[in-house]
Structure formats: C-alpha cells, structure tokens
Nanobody
C-alpha cells in the first residue's frame, strides 16, 4: 500500500502561481511513476502530468504544457507540481497518484484525497 497526501492548494488570482506537494508513505515510493490529475465539477478527471520513477521521463496534458512542471524527490518521498500562469479554468480538485508512467487514470494504483485549487479573475 502507498498512502498519498496532497497539500498546497488554495485560492490564487489569475496569473499567479502555486506549488502542490504530494507526500507518500508505505511501500517504496521510488518504484512508482507519479501522476497529477484534476477534476472540476461536472467534468471528467483530466490528466495533468506524469513523471517516471527515476524522474528522467515526464510529459504533460495539452492544457498545461509550458505552465506546469512536475518533479519528484525520492529521498523525501514527495512529488511536486509547480503551477504558473494560472487561469480560472485551472480551478479543480487536484489529485496525485502512484502507478505507471501514463496519462490514463486506470494505470494508477493509488490515489490521494485531493486538494482544491481555485483561480479567481
């Protein structure tokens, strides 16, 4: 089992930045790829970013390319999502997940509870 806890969400103005963190505990964190997804009310869960277990491979959803950066610190059992140039349409609950390097939610075995990000005009 891997337990995941997200933090760092909140309210920010459009154009601002936030950094989300996801702390892992339990089984070996470094053995898993990590991903970030988000879900807005009434919408499907959307892929944001994924990073391989060693950190050498990462890729992003089209809606966040060039604005968001995923990174991980295996010594700290933590994965990060740096979000810049935030837009109101980025408002959602953000989830981290552990599994395969993939943009598909079904490829992830473990999920956090989520953290709310709200971007105001």
């Amino acid at each position: 089992q891997v337990q995941l806890v997200e933090s760092g969400g909140g309210l920010v103005q459009a154009g601002g930045s936030l950094r989300l963190s996801c702390a892992a505990s339990g089984r070996t964190f470094s053995g898993y790829a990590m991903g970030w997804f988000r879900q807005a009310p009434g919408k499907e869960r959307e892929f944001i970013a994924t990073i391989s277990w060693g950190g050498s491979t990462s890729y992003y959803g089209d809606s966040v390319k060039g604005r968001f950066t995923i990174s991980r610190d295996n010594a700290m059992n933590t994965v990060y999502l740096q979000m810049n140039s935030l837009k109101p349409e980025d408002t959602a609950v953000y989830y981290c997940a552990a599994g395969l390097t993939s943009d598909t939610p079904g490829e992830y075995d473990y999920w956090g509870q989520g953290t709310q990000v709200t971007v105001s005009l």
